[in-house]
């Protein structure tokens, strides 16, 4: 299994943006689908984002398209979310998952064995 460690959440303002990334260690990072899934207190958590092992596929879910950017760099070993125009509605504990496998389109967390230990992101209005 990979070894994942979230870092960049914060408290920020309605409109604002943070940049989280999720640094691999482990077995190699380029044979992994990456994704996030936040969860908010009393919530499920919930897919956000999904890439693929190169980077050059990627899915969001509807409540974030257009305001949130996946990308990986794999020389770096490390999966990146770029939120921007961010809401109170976004607020949640932001988890990285990764999985090894042959499809890339995975948007459960049951699909995903590897997890990160989540990093808080609060926008106030």
């Known amino acids: 299994q990979v070894q994942l460690v979230e870092s960049g959440g914060g408290l920020v303002q309605a409109g604002g943006s943070l940049r989280l990334s999720c640094a691999a260690s482990?077995?190699?990072?380029?044979?992994?689908?990456m994704a996030w899934f936040r969860q908010a207190p009393g919530k499920e958590r919930e897919f956000v984002a999904v890439?693929?092992?190169?980077?050059?596929?990627?899915l969001y879910a509807d409540s974030v398209k257009g305001r949130f950017t996946i990308s990986r760099d794999n020389a770096k070993n490390t999966v990146y979310l770029q939120m921007n125009g961010l809401k109170p509605e976004d607020t949640a504990v932001y988890y990285c998952?990764?999985?090894?496998?042959?499809?890339?389109?995975?948007?459960?967390?049951?699909?995903?064995?590897?997890w990160g230990q989540g990093t808080q992101v609060t926008v106030s209005s």
């Open positions: 998952a990764a999985t090894s496998g042959s499809s890339w389109r995975l948007i459960s967390a049951r699909e995903y064995a590897s």
């Open positions: 482990g077995r190699t990072f380029s044979s992994y689908v």
């Open positions: 890439i693929s092992w190169r980077g050059g596929s990627t």
